[in-house]
């Protein structure tokens, strides 16, 4: 079955770039979401189609998706991006979701 | 304003079965594909069926043949019909909507948990 490997997480300073990736068999040949979840909280689709924001996300959130890799960059990181983020893809119809990566604001 | 409350959660015995309903409102439920997707506690997402707006349905092979996701578009409704639970079926289970638009799931219930234990 299709997989989609994150690292477990990522730490970065307030004001600084935090990157996110997430690995899978040739991911650029689909299209990647990406997806906030603060605890106790429903996830919310910050990226879509690989680098395309839904209404009311920050533009600091932006994606790329290439080769076998597909990355979230999150620039001027603040303290409310504090969170898990999962990457999704779908694969013969079926969703696959990332490892998912915590991201902690030192 | 789109709502999905979900419903049915709760405790239930090893080799049990438990329907969850999904509750939705705001959108044109009968024109969106629709989706399960659990979370087991400090754990990640796993996406666990679909369904088209023509009735296609979709599972991954961890639950194939055990559970079944069917939908009423006259009273709004999405349901997930569980047989043969196991404890690693344990989660949250979350009800999401699906755009054709986005590729992804654009609105999400709050969620309601499954525990499967003796």
């Known amino acids: 079955s299709y997989e989609l490997t994150q690292p477990p997480s990522v730490s970065v300073s307030p004001g600084q770039t935090a990157s996110i990736t997430c690995s899978g068999d040739?991911?650029?040949?689909?299209?990647a979401c990406w997806y906030q979840q603060k605890p106790g909280q429903s996830p919310v689709l910050v990226i879509y189609?690989?680098?395309k924001r839904p209404s009311g996300i920050p533009e600091r959130f932006s994606g790329s998706n290439s080769g076998n890799t597909a990355t979230l960059t999150i620039s001027g990181t603040q303290a409310m991006d504090e969170a898990d983020y999962y990457c999704?893809?779908?694969?013969?119809?079926?969703?696959?979701f990332g490892t998912g990566t915590k991201v902690t604001v030192l | 304003e789109v709502q999905l409350v979900e419903s049915g959660g709760g405790l239930v015995q090893p080799g049990g079965s438990l329907r969850l309903s999904c509750a939705a409102s705001g959108f044109t439920f009968s024109s969106y594909d629709m989706h399960w997707v659990r979370q087991a506690t400090g754990k990640g997402l796993e996406w666990v069926s679909a369904i088209g707006t023509a009735g296609d349905t979709y599972y991954p092979g961890s639950v194939k043949g055990r559970f079944t996701i069917s939908r009423e578009n006259a009273k709004n409704s999405l349901y997930l019909q569980m047989n043969s639970l196991r404890a690693g079926d344990t989660a949250v289970y979350y009800c999401?909507?699906?755009?054709?638009?986005?590729?992804?799931?654009?609105?999400w219930g709050q969620g309601t948990l499954v525990t499967v234990s003796s």
């Open positions: 189609q690989d680098s």
């Open positions: 040739k991911l650029g040949d689909k299209y």
């Open positions: 999401a909507r699906g755009d054709e638009t986005t590729g992804g799931f654009d609105y």
């Open positions: 999704q893809a779908w694969d013969s119809s079926r969703g696959v």
